[in-house]
């Protein structure tokens, strides 16, 4: 009867029936009769949980553990363990109840997206102690009041507490705790306390299967732990042939995870994941992927600060769960930055502690190949100017020579992308590949290597301090270099050689639909590297790396370039974390008409800025009006134009006013269409074109077609943008056009490059000083020497 009081409110829900164990409705009401009368008196009772048993297709076969982070959004029965330095707080008395509290919301997330979710949990003996301590010390203070007085209070000494009479004492209080944090999100929880024996014991170990199995059943999340209260000591080497023994939170959570045939095992810790040497130390590297027989790299150090296990005990635990078929994954559950979203993001497949896999990738990690870029840009920045021009003229040779291998692989590109129907016609065309594109490249990469000879380690000031100490400012390499793309294989030799020209070590993130165009590019490159033998400088990442895991090596990278829509930059500038992001997010560029315009020039450069490449960043999007020209032959030839060209017109809300049956009208002035569609608006005059330009503008590129040199030079000095023009197309905005050779893409932030970036925008510099004994102390007040800060004329540069 208690029983069946204390599931009453779990069998509101109509539709549903349920057969209950004697197990199973031990579990749960050993929980939930304490809470059952408050929460009639509250007239909170929960029913059912509002959502279906399975919210999301989550199924699979059990047997093979996940070979890559990104299946494990995969998992739909999932252990999370939590470590005693998870649990608790700093002092080891009492729990971390913020933390607990996040860790819960997490798990409540899963689960209600119809996932099982079970919970491994440390704690007891840690709110045990916290609650006896509180009693001796409640307890001493009013024996010693009454016969000591109260001035011998600060004397009194705790005493050493037994960890089981700890785990006795707060075994409960851990699971109210949990009742109380469940409940706020509809969800129930029942307790199970579990010994080794229970494991070995093949009745019992029968009964324990079927009572997580009818929990998991019926949506209610298990909470299981040791029997700290009656356990034995753990046996050195107890382990059987085949099988772990339950020796402390770890092997039971590893145990419990292979017996249920769960698909992942989170176990949170207060380490980042698992290192390479003990964490702390000076070399030591977070192991991103761990693969059984990895053992012999890594140092274990001590266990941490409470609990059983160490590093070490997790490892075996881990590898143990994932030769049973179970992914694992060893993260930090403490941190106070990731602690609020580590399970969940752990499950989203992002880049979080140490994942186990039995499948070892063919090639190099990421983070290697990041190295690599390091390590093969140090030198080539230390090779001679000449021969950083010989490897991208031997590239821009192979781009002619291998002409039709190229063209072939991005065909079978073109071809996937038009047959899955993933991309839309602009960006059909930045994929495709031709022969003029190839030649057109090559010549590009030719005036890059000829205008290479003079860019690292140009001296670009020279000041004499005092005698004999003279201090150089030089150009330097930035150092790695990760530069992002879609849809643009013509990007990767451009971005290669301008790499190759400042000294730069470079990541190469290409789409995935244009892949084999990307690869053979790649290997071209790294053929011509090879003829100075630094093929690592340029590395293609081909992982299943997501771009919000390569923005978070900050360690390693130390510029990020995207190149793509106006998504992804923005993707890229959120998700960076310290790291710079060179870019822009939109290309809305502006042509305004001035009322001095030439006839003969507004057409030209009109159809030339938004109908020779539309898709392109640099391409017109809001074409703005003076009034006056509103209703006269000009105004009708560029209407007349845009429509033969096909050009969509939309109507800004002042040009709409003027008409009686206008265009569409404007969504947004702050669109960019990367398409035939364009915006076109009036304005009364140049400074409410510069105020536009502002206003909706992205500093992209804008332009003016004007006769009068006041008008334009008020809007040349006045528009704030990367690029601005007078009587010119806005497709110049472009590293080519420029004669820089190519561009990593177009700036429009205010600080290092802007506009279109080539070689100097990839250089920063660093200070030499040459001295002959010079201390500071010299040239104090009464020192010997005085300070001079004299012009020294710089070196005679090359000219090619």
Not at 256 to 270: F, G, N, P, R, Y
Not at 282 to 300: C, E, H, M, N, R
Request: aromatic letters at 4%; glycine letters at 6%; a neutral charge.
């Amino acid at each position: 009867m208690l029983c069946r009081a204390a599931l009453s409110p779990l069998v509101r829900s109509p539709g549903w029936c349920f057969v209950l164990s004697p197990h199973a409705i031990a579990a749960i009401s050993r929980l939930y009769l304490p809470y059952h009368t408050q929460r009639l008196r509250n007239e909170s009772i929960r029913c059912w949980s509002n959502i279906p048993f399975i919210t999301m297709p989550l199924s699979r076969a059990h047997g093979k553990s996940f070979a890559h982070r990104s299946e494990l959004k995969h998992a739909k029965r999932i252990v999370v363990k939590l470590g005693s330095a998870v649990v608790t707080r700093g002092d080891e008395c009492g729990l971390a109840l913020g933390r607990l509290a996040s860790i819960v919301e997490q798990v409540s997330v899963l689960q209600n997206q119809g996932r099982e979710m079970m919970i491994v949990t440390s704690g007891a003996v840690a709110f045990g102690k916290q609650r006896l301590r509180h009693e001796i010390l409640l307890s001493q203070s009013v024996r010693q009041a009454l016969h000591s007085g109260q001035s011998q209070l600060k004397d009194m000494a705790i005493p050493v507490l037994e960890a089981r009479a700890c785990a006795a004492a707060g075994q409960s209080g851990l699971m109210a705790l949990y009742e109380a944090m469940f409940t706020q999100y509809s969800i129930c929880a029942a307790q199970i306390l579990v010994t080794n024996l229970d494991f070995h014991d093949e009745q019992k170990r029968r009964n324990l299967n079927g009572t997580l199995h009818e929990l998991l059943r019926m949506n209610i999340v298990p909470i299981i732990n040791t029997n700290d209260a009656v356990v034995p000591p753990p046996e050195p080497n107890s382990d059987l042939q085949g099988v772990i023994s339950v020796k402390d939170n770890d092997s039971l959570a590893a145990r419990l995870a292979v017996e249920m045939k769960t698909d992942l095992l989170i176990v949170l810790s207060d380490v980042e994941g698992l290192f390479d040497s003990p964490p702390g130390s000076d070399d030591a590297k977070l192991i991103d992927i761990f693969y059984p027989g990895d053992q012999q790299s890594v140092t274990f150090g001590t266990k941490s600060r409470v609990g059983m296990g160490g590093m070490e005990a997790k490892v075996k635990a881990a590898l143990w769960a994932l030769q049973g078929g179970t992914s694992v994954v060893i993260a930090n559950g403490t941190h106070p930055k990731i602690s609020g979203h580590v399970i969940t993001d752990i499950v989203d497949g992002k880049k979080v502690g140490t994942f186990f896999s039995e499948v070892k990738p063919a090639g190099p990690t990421v983070e290697q190949q990041a190295e690599m870029a390091r390590t093969g840009g140090r030198t080539l920045a230390a090779l001679q100017p000449e021969q950083r021009a010989e490897i991208i003229c031997r590239l821009a040779d192979l781009l002619t020579d291998q002409r039709e291998e190229i063209l072939l692989a991005n065909k079978k590109d073109l071809e996937e992308a038009e047959n899955k129907g993933r991309l839309a016609l602009p960006l059909l065309k930045r994929l495709s590949l031709s022969t003029s594109k190839l030649n057109s490249l090559a010549i590009g990469l030719r005036q890059i290597a000829a205008s290479s000879q003079d860019s690292v380690g140009r001296v670009i000031r020279r000041t004499r301090i005092a005698k004999d100490l003279e201090l150089e400012q030089v150009t330097v390499p930035i150092g790695v270099l990760l530069v992002i793309f879609e849809s643009r294989p013509d990007c990767l030799p451009q971005v290669s050689a301008l790499a190759i020209a400042s000294g730069n070590g470079l990541l190469l993130k290409g789409g995935k639909e244009a892949a084999y165009s990307n690869q053979i590019l790649h290997h071209l490159t790294q053929e011509a590297l090879s003829i100075h033998g630094v093929k690592d400088a340029v590395q293609l990442v081909n992982t299943r790396e997501e771009v919000e895991d390569l923005c978070r090596l900050d360690k390693l990278i130390d510029l990020i370039i995207p190149r793509g829509s106006s998504q992804l930059v923005r993707d890229i500038q959120k998700a960076a974390k310290g790291i710079p992001v060179m870019g822009h997010s939109e290309g809305i560029c502006h042509v305004y008409v001035d009322t001095d315009a030439s006839v003969e020039k507004v057409t030209r450069i009109i159809r030339d800025s938004k109908c020779e490449y539309p898709a392109a960043c640099n391409a017109l999007e809001t074409l703005l009006i003076h009034r006056d020209l509103l209703r006269t032959p000009l105004f009708d030839q560029i209407i007349d134009m845009l429509r033969v060209e096909q050009v969509k017109i939309h109507a800004g809300p002042k040009f709409a006013s003027y008409l009686t049956f206008s265009p569409s009208e404007v969504k947004s002035l702050r669109t960019e269409y990367g398409d035939l569609e364009c915006c076109i608006e009036v304005v009364d005059s140049v400074q409410e074109a510069v105020e536009h330009i502002h206003k909706y503008g992205s500093s992209h590129t804008d332009v003016i077609i004007t006769e009068n040199e006041k008008t334009a030079q008020f809007f040349l000095q006045h528009v704030d943008s990367a690029c601005v023009f007078w009587n010119a197309s806005t497709r110049f905005s472009d590293g080519y056009r420029f004669g820089l050779g190519a561009e990593v893409g177009i700036s429009t932030s205010r600080i290092h490059a802007r506009g279109p970036v080539g070689i100097e925008g990839l250089l920063t510099t660093k200070w030499l000083l040459r001295g002959d004994n010079h201390v500071v102390s010299d040239f104090s007040e009464h020192g010997s020497m005085k300070y001079l800060h004299e012009s020294l004329p710089l070196p005679q540069r090359h000219t090619s």
